[in-house]
């Protein structure tokens, strides 16, 4: 079977530095994808990954190994707007996106 | 810009009542998809469509029927609505590069069926 594993919940200091995996095991990899989404809200697009390695973006990162199955995302510097829960999707050999079922993360001041 | 706009935003239905939630991009897109989203779950496929006159079955069809006359439009059409069908639902889009393949999404509609 298709499974994505992600944390539910993720508590963090605003300010301070996070780390939310991501692990997948899925009929063939095209990619994997970060997304946001704030309560009540859609889904916003925040990396990309098909190679294995670091990909970064201002204060976020996304890190990528292909033989482990294994995906992260790094938020630096968190501020409270960050408060949000963090979609990992990948897309399988059909080219359509599997979605995980998201990880809550809060901020606290 | 808009994007990807769905209408309505909520929606109230009893059980067995039918509704067409609505999906238009206005970024030439080739691709657009429906999901829903429950509680403490991953999105699910409901729907796809790779180009106008072109629709095809996703995780979780049944249910529900799609059509796709323009490349702008996508409607989502729930027939005999049931409680299990209370969710909320999201369209997106996307261009046919496949290198990137990001998803672009609508702002959702939430339903109830009681």
């Known amino acids: 079977g298709q499974n994505i594993d992600q944390p539910t919940e993720m508590t963090a200091t605003e300010g301070a530095i996070v780390q939310i995996n991501c692990t997948y095991q899925t009929s063939g990899f095209n990619g994997l994808f970060w997304y946001q989404q704030h309560a009540g809200e859609a889904p916003t697009f925040l990396s990309y990954n098909v190679l294995d390695g670091l990909e970064e973006k201002g204060r976020f990162s996304s890190f990528l190994s292909r033989s482990k199955g294994y995906s992260y995302l790094l938020l630096k510097e968190l501020q409270m707007k960050d408060s949000a829960s963090y979609l990992c999707a990948v897309r399988g050999s059909n080219y359509q996106l599997i979605w995980g079922a998201g990880t809550k993360l809060i901020i606290k001041p | 810009n808009a994007g990807v706009t769905q209408t309505p935003k909520f929606r109230i239905l009893k059980i067995g009542q039918s509704m067409t939630l609505q999906c238009t991009q206005d970024m030439n897109h080739n691709y657009m998809y429906w999901y829903r989203q429950d509680p403490g779950m991953g999105l699910k496929l409901i729907y796809y469509?790779?180009?106008?006159?072109?629709?095809d079955k996703g995780e979780v069809p049944n249910g529900y029927n799609v059509s796709r006359s323009t490349t702008e439009d996508f409607p989502l059409r729930l027939e005999l609505a049931a409680p299990s069908q209370t969710s909320v639902y999201f369209c997106a889009s996307r261009s046919k590069d496949r290198v990137q393949n990001i998803q672009y999404f609508g702002a959702g509609t939430r339903l109830s069926v009681l």
């Open positions: 469509s790779v180009g106008a006159g072109i629709t």
